[in-house]
């Protein structure tokens, strides 16, 4: 079963219009947040290692090497806009650090594939937002670009989990 990780078409250049506190925050919680690359690249880490399914396995590892990517491009968009990029988010004048309790252990693949689906789905709706809010073209194109990996997430996550468990119901939002 092969499954594509990553939509074929490049990323755009990271470049951003200028330096801007609020779009770094925004940024941050890409990178080290509650919902962020860091918690997927980890969480698909561990599901690769403990699925017993190679070629399941293999797909969390290719989504996960898809997640660093967009690890480092939120980290390098955080610091251009002027910020530190590490792994944390910021809250008002706090940083809180990221941290593994955010990832979610599944005990099953079909658990796997549920978490990762909902978290998928989650990343898409946070990214959404951020366009609606973010008025750099540069930003906004990288997030249209990185939704697209995302829904490829999304449609192999979900063909997955439909042969795994033929009778489940769909996974609601």
Same mark, same amino acid.
């Given at each position: 079963?092969?499954?594509?990780?990553?939509?074929?078409?490049?990323?755009?250049?990271?470049?951003? /219009? +200028? %330096? #801007?506190?609020?779009? @770094?925050?925004?940024?941050?919680?890409?990178? +080290?947040?509650? #919902?962020? =690359?860091? +918690? @997927?690249?980890?969480?698909?880490?561990? #599901?690769?290692? $403990?699925?017993?399914?190679?070629?399941?396995?293999?797909?969390?590892?290719?989504?996960?090497?898809?997640?660093?990517?967009?690890? =480092?491009?939120?980290?390098?968009?955080?610091?251009?806009?002027?910020?530190?990029?590490?792994?944390?988010?910021? /809250?008002?004048?706090? !940083?809180?650090?990221?941290?593994?309790?955010?990832? !979610?252990?599944?005990?099953?693949?079909?658990? $796997?594939?549920?978490? @990762?689906?909902? +978290?998928?789905? @989650?990343?898409? /709706?946070?990214? =959404?937002?951020?366009?609606?809010?973010?008025?750099?073209?540069?930003?906004?194109?990288?997030?249209?670009?990185? &939704?697209?990996? =995302?829904?490829? !997430?999304?449609?192999?996550?979900?063909? &997955?989990?439909? %042969?795994?468990? %033929?009778?489940?119901?769909?996974?609601?939002?």
């Amino acid at each position: 079963m092969q499954m594509l990780a990553t939509n074929n078409s490049p990323y755009p250049p990271i470049q951003v /219009e +200028g %330096k #801007n506190a609020y779009y @770094a925050r925004l940024m941050l919680s890409n990178v +080290g947040g509650r #919902n962020s =690359e860091m +918690g @997927a690249v980890s969480t698909y880490f561990y #599901n690769s290692v $403990m699925l017993e399914d190679e070629s399941i396995a293999k797909l969390f590892h290719q989504v996960s090497l898809v997640e660093m990517r967009h690890l =480092e491009i939120f980290a390098q968009f955080t610091r251009l806009l002027g910020q530190d990029p590490r792994l944390w988010k910021q /809250e008002g004048r706090r !940083h809180i650090y990221w941290n593994a309790c955010y990832n !979610h252990y599944a005990g099953t693949p079909q658990a $796997m594939m549920q978490q @990762a689906i909902l +978290g998928e789905r @989650a990343a898409i /709706e946070k990214y =959404e937002r951020q366009m609606a809010v973010i008025d750099d073209p540069h930003i906004v194109k990288m997030l249209e670009r990185i &939704i697209q990996d =995302e829904q490829l !997430h999304v449609q192999a996550f979900t063909q &997955i989990y439909q %042969k795994l468990c %033929k009778n489940c119901p769909p996974i609601l939002p």
